[in-house]
């Protein structure tokens, strides 16, 4: 068996679909995707697949060692997004082609369901005491948020007392033991982190996410003497290579690598595995689309460590295209107490309606973060 052709979709409302075809007729997906740099990454992608094409797709370690080795210069995040897609697509061929699911492939599942939260609020949260106990009441039992608007060094203590506030709301309607993460999203220097997170502490919270930015990670330890809170980070590291000085470190309790960012399901089998030796829990990062999301719930099957997964359904990125949109069968991502169960059939456990995702890559996107900036005028991190 070879691979014969590929082709890449860019499809509303910010994702970039790969399908890899082979001689024999099967076909594999991934999505290799950085949020508001698709046609960078669409672009990695042709480069990488010059090396893939006419070869034996189940050869996927030699595949990910050349596209990664192959080049003199590596990592980062768009080369390792596009490796992560391509890398899924090949899996996902590997396990059609045995007529199992990838997990099986990696040994088992050690679960069959996996704990999944839902995201409230948006990028500057208001109102989520509510929203957290609509989410409780669809049957999630836990949620995520952003911590706060922008934030200088040194800002104001009213700003703080508002995401106090807030996080307050949600203990108050959806109860003591709901699970809450607050995102802190890189916005929050190190100063201000320090402070936030000790006021956040009576909330026993579920984690704080990225207190500092990830260039930044010595600062964990500053942060982590003022808080007891479980403390994650690594949406934006992208390799076993990234991960190693900070499972080193100890000041990490969670780290949250992203499937489509982090080399796709061979690397990040092995950063989970690196975590468990550290005693250190995963929650992968998938604010994205369904495929990516499948090869997350395959990973996290056979891993003992991973104890919660990110999903996108309802986000506030999605407002005219979500996670089942693509999906011919949206039934494999029901969500019951909370949980997933672990797809099931072949390769990635989906079935991609490629009908639709032709149809809306007519209409693609150029999808791009906000610019926001501080009240003196100063690029503020969003």
């Not at 005491?129 to 800002?155: C, S, Y």
């Not at 203590?157 to 890189?186: C, M, N, Q, T, W």
């Amino acid at each position: 068996m070879k691979i014969k052709s590929y082709e890449t979709f860019i499809v509303p409302p910010r994702w970039l679909f790969l399908k890899i075809e082979t001689d024999e007729g099967i076909v594999g997906w991934g999505e290799p995707i950085v949020e508001g740099k698709a046609h960078t990454v669409q672009a990695a992608v042709d480069e990488l697949m010059d090396a893939l094409i006419g070869r034996n797709p189940l050869r996927i370690e030699d595949h990910w060692q050349v596209m990664y080795r192959g080049g003199f210069y590596r990592g980062g995040a768009i080369l390792m997004s596009a490796i992560a897609g391509i890398d899924q697509a090949l899996w996902d061929i590997k396990g059609k082609y045995y007529n199992a699911p990838i997990h099986e492939l990696l040994g088992g599942a050690c679960r069959d369901t996996m704990r999944v939260y839902s995201w409230i609020g948006g990028d500057r949260p208001d109102d989520v005491g509510r929203a957290a106990l609509e989410k409780k009441q669809a049957g999630f039992t836990a949620v995520k948020m952003n911590a706060t608007e922008e934030l200088q060094f040194i800002d104001s203590y009213e700003k703080l007392d508002r995401v106090v506030e807030r996080v307050a709301a949600i203990r108050a309607s959806a109860g003591p033991h709901f699970g809450i993460g607050v995102d802190f999203h890189g916005r929050v220097h190190k100063p201000m982190a320090k402070a936030l997170a000790k006021a956040l502490e009576p909330y026993r919270l579920m984690f704080i996410e990225e207190p500092v930015l990830p260039e930044h990670n010595e600062a964990l330890r500053d942060i982590a003497m003022h808080t007891s809170t479980p403390i994650a980070t690594g949406e934006r590291m992208f390799s076993r290579w990234d991960f190693k000085a900070l499972l080193q470190s100890g000041y990490v309790d969670i780290i949250q690598p992203d499937l489509s960012h982090a080399g796709g399901i061979t690397e990040c089998k092995k950063i989970f595995a690196m975590a468990e030796a550290y005693d250190v829990a995963v929650a992968p990062h998938c604010p994205l689309g369904p495929i990516a999301l499948a090869a997350c719930l395959q990973v996290d099957a056979t891993a003992y460590n991973a104890v919660i997964q990110e999903q996108s359904l309802g986000i506030h990125y999605n407002a005219n295209n979500d996670l089942l949109d693509y999906l011919t069968d949206p039934t494999v991502f029901d969500y019951h107490d909370g949980h997933v169960r672990i797809p099931s059939g072949p390769g990635l456990g989906i079935a991609v309606d490629e009908d639709v995702v032709r149809k809306m890559a007519q209409t693609g996107h150029r999808w791009r973060n906000p610019l926001w900036r501080h009240a003196d005028g100063t690029v503020a991190e969003w």
